[in-house]
């Protein structure tokens, strides 16, 4: 199984824009360079080769999940003690993370193991970075396709603000929508928006077998920020700096030029002299337009 998540997208329309997307794809003939068959944390790399990511940046991500039930980070080589969801945590760009969640509603004693793969990082106002964190919501439907043995792929990306459609949601409600059977997610995510983070839920768990690092990834660096307080409902001000005083022409606030000295005089004469041709303007004609005059 494999959704998708949007901000602000209704469902409607985004299957008619998968419809158009398929077409086009289709059509072109073009191969599309990120696709679900990557191993995890490839995308993240590329994205780090295109200077997507800050060094050492910390992308803050919310892990939302049913109520009641909990989650945990791997630290070091071991889990985490087990926090009530949400819990916010801060990621870097192109690593990937391995999460334990317990206490599944209506299923005791069950725990499953998904990965979170942030590929790219969001612009929030400075100094509110883990009120506006990458939301990744997992499902009790999700859960229960996970314990059934299915996989589920969720790609959160930020929707293109041209062709996107106004809608109003409820407070932490993720709006998503599944993609047809056959579609990747990954390509159509980037063909809607901008992809930033991957979470891939299935019913693996640790084994004996495993090399060491393997499950989880060779643990990389993970900040806790519990749940912080979300942004305010009304939107947040940005200020823009201070106007100009009252009765006081702009003009006037600018910065005044240096004083013209005997050097600058000098070298304009110098440059105005040694010209290989008049500085005249130059117009070319366009094929198909009359010539410029």
């Known amino acids: ?158 929707e293109n603000p041209r062709t996107a459609i106004p809608n109003a949601y409820e407070p932490g409600f993720q709006p998503w929508f599944e993609v047809e059977p056959g579609t990747d997610p990954v390509v159509t995510a980037d063909s809607l928006g901008r992809p930033v983070a991957i979470l891939r839920l299935g019913s693996r768990r640790p084994t004996a077998e495993d090399m060491p690092g393997e499950f989880t990834y060779q643990s990389p660096p993970i900040q806790l920020f519990g749940n912080p307080p979300p942004a305010p409902a009304g939107g947040v001000e940005i200020p823009l700096g201070p106007g100009p005083m009252a009765g006081v022409p702009v003009h006037a606030l600018a910065p005044k030029a240096p004083p013209r000295t005997e050097f600058h005089q000098r070298e304009e004469n110098v440059r105005r002299n040694t010209a290989p041709w008049p500085m005249q303007p130059q117009y070319m004609a366009q094929p198909g337009y009359p010539t410029q005059r």
């Open 1 to 158: 199984m494999k959704r998708i998540e949007l901000k602000k997208l209704l469902l409607m329309a985004a299957f008619v824009v998968l419809a158009a997307a398929d077409v086009a794809k289709a059509q072109s003939g073009l191969v599309p360079l990120y696709t679900e068959r990557l191993n995890p944390g490839t995308i993240g790399q590329f994205q780090n080769m295109k200077g997507r990511g800050i060094p050492g940046y910390s992308q803050p991500i919310k892990m939302v999940l049913p109520e009641g039930a909990k989650i945990a980070p791997v630290i070091g080589d071991a889990f985490a003690d087990d926090q009530p969801a949400p819990q916010t945590y801060g990621c870097l760009i192109g690593a990937v993370y391995r999460f334990r969640v317990t206490q599944i509603p209506f299923r005791p004693g069950a725990e499953l193991f998904p990965s979170v793969e942030v590929i790219d990082r969001t612009y929030p106002p400075a100094g509110m970075e883990l009120q506006f964190p990458i939301p990744i919501h997992i499902t009790q439907e999700e859960l229960q396709y996970a314990l059934q043995g299915k996989f589920v792929t969720r790609v959160i990306y930020l």
